[in-house]
């Protein structure tokens, strides 16, 4: 058997399989704390499809996937930094300093706000 066979036809029919056995065995007991809003902040108002929002939720969540998935290119590279040549070397250190001009911009626009430099301003 191929690895094709695998990836095309045995993981999807594995998958459908699980999932099944999930629907028919596992127990279905809804309760409130279930069936409320998950990690959002906000009590469900229900009957009413606008509820209010906070923008810095979503700000956070965007700049977390973005520095997420710069962090995850540093892993190639820090896997292959003895096989590249100097030129190599140099991309990886310009990669580092824009990632860190990134986020100390995005500190001192107020889109991150650090506890400890709000603690240090409500003292002053």
């Not at 036809?9 to 399989?17: A, D, M, S, T, Y």
């Not at 040549?85 to 250190?93: E, H, P, R, V, Y």
Request: aromatic share 16%; charged share 10%; proline share 4%.
């Amino acid at each position: 058997m191929s690895n094709l066979f695998f990836l095309f036809i045995f993981v999807p029919i594995l998958g459908f399989v699980l999932l099944g056995l999930n629907l028919l065995l596992a127990p279905h007991r809804p309760d409130e704390s279930k069936v409320s809003a998950y990690e959002c902040g906000f009590s469900p108002v229900y009957g009413q499809t606008r509820s209010t929002f906070q923008i810095h939720f979503y700000l956070v969540g965007m700049l977390f996937l973005i520095f997420d998935l710069e962090i995850l290119l540093l892993f190639p590279i820090a896997v292959t930094l003895y096989q590249v040549s100097t030129f190599g070397f140099c991309i990886a250190l310009i990669f580092f300093i824009v990632l860190t001009i990134g986020f100390v911009l995005e500190i001192g626009s107020g889109a991150i706000q650090l506890s400890n430099l709000n603690l240090e301003k409500e003292k002053n």
